[in-house]
């Protein structure tokens, strides 16, 4: 399997959105697990710098977001399915 295929430019938006979604998913996760905002991550407070809304993230942390949705996309298109808008 072709880990690294190219994703297509008009998936580009899809892509910027599943990072969203990734990072909010993630968000509410811990929330619901009693973590809140805090300057730097402390396991034992359940503090961490990066539950703020997704376009207040730094690019790095954006970036770790894209990385997992586009492995995803990569993934689903690597097992043969096409991603099409309707």
């Known amino acids: 399997m072709n880990k690294n295929i190219a994703i297509p430019d008009e998936l580009s938006l899809l892509l910027e959105q599943l990072a ?12 619901n697990q009693g973590w809140r905002y805090g300057h730097r991550r402390n396991d ?4 961490h710098p990066c539950l703020i809304d997704y376009e207040d993230l730094s690019e790095e942390e954006k970036n ?3 990385n997992t949705a586009l492995q995803t996309i990569q993934f689903i298109l690597n097992s043969g399915y096409q991603i099409n808008k309707i």
């Open 20 to 31: 969203k979604n990734v990072h909010n998913t993630w968000m509410t996760e811990r929330i």
């Open 44 to 47: 034992e407070l359940k503090t």
């Open 64 to 66: 770790y977001d894209r």
